[in-house]
């Protein structure tokens, strides 16, 4: 369906909708795998997103082995078992709380950046947690943009992920992300969207 401000957008009308307005959170999906360079280019994509001082603190942990999806799926809500589950392919998305480590790196026009943070995991995980949810728009758009469905969920015991899968390593779960080709019934009904006039407010 043509809109009246497709004019006033640089992306096609068709990618426009693979990307925002047909695209909608997938509950279900084919048994077709999700393969190692399709996640490749994804990171590609998102690795662009902006984060304070390019800090980039979002890390994606693919849960890939049988025995490592039966312990993510204890951790999942009684709604979202079944889809973890049967996804081709659960990505953990994660705030590395020792992010600043890699600040010389990514931020080396500042040389104390890391120092900023270096006794402060506070902090450290306040901006970790922020960026990364940026990051995870992100994620999930980039998803769209190869072909593929994405089901975010944050019905999870993110301490639990913690403790088991992620257990030693500073990361700190932020959402679990099921990731494939859509099935037949993996749309729920859409729901409404706030008007523009009750979503924006000028100043």
């Known amino acids: 369906m043509s809109h009246v401000l497709d004019n006033l957008i640089a992306l ?8 925002f307005r047909e695209a909608r959170t997938a509950n279900a999906f084919t048994s077709d795998p999700v393969t190692e360079d399709q996640v490749k280019a994804l990171y590609e994509l998102i ?3 902006p984060t304070a001082m390019n800090a980039q603190p979002m890390r994606i942990v693919l ?3 049988p025995e490592a ?5 204890t951790h999942m809500g009684p709604s979202n078992k079944v889809k973890t589950d049967s996804a081709p392919l659960v990505a953990i998305l994660a705030a590395d709380t020792n992010f600043h480590d890699q600040l010389p790196k990514v931020f080396p026009h500042f040389k104390a950046a890391r120092d900023l943070f270096k006794d402060d995991l506070a902090k450290r995980t306040h901006v970790a947690t922020t960026n990364a949810w940026l990051q ?16 975010p969920m944050t019905g999870i015991d ?9 257990a030693g390593t500073g990361l700190k779960t932020i959402a679990v992300v099921n990731i494939g080709h ?5 749309w729920f009904n859409r729901s409404p969207r706030l008007d523009y006039s009750e979503a924006v407010i000028t100043l």
């Open 12 to 19: 096609d009308p068709e990618a426009q909708a693979l990307l």
């Open 47 to 49: 690795k662009w997103a």
């Open 63 to 65: 849960v890939r082995t």
């Open 69 to 73: 999806k039966a312990r993510l799926v």
């Open 136 to 151: 995870m728009g992100y994620f999930i758009i980039g998803v769209r943009a190869l072909g593929l469905a994405a089901g």
């Open 158 to 166: 993110a301490e639990g992920i913690d403790n088991d899968l992620l």
């Open 182 to 186: 859509p099935a037949p019934e993996a």
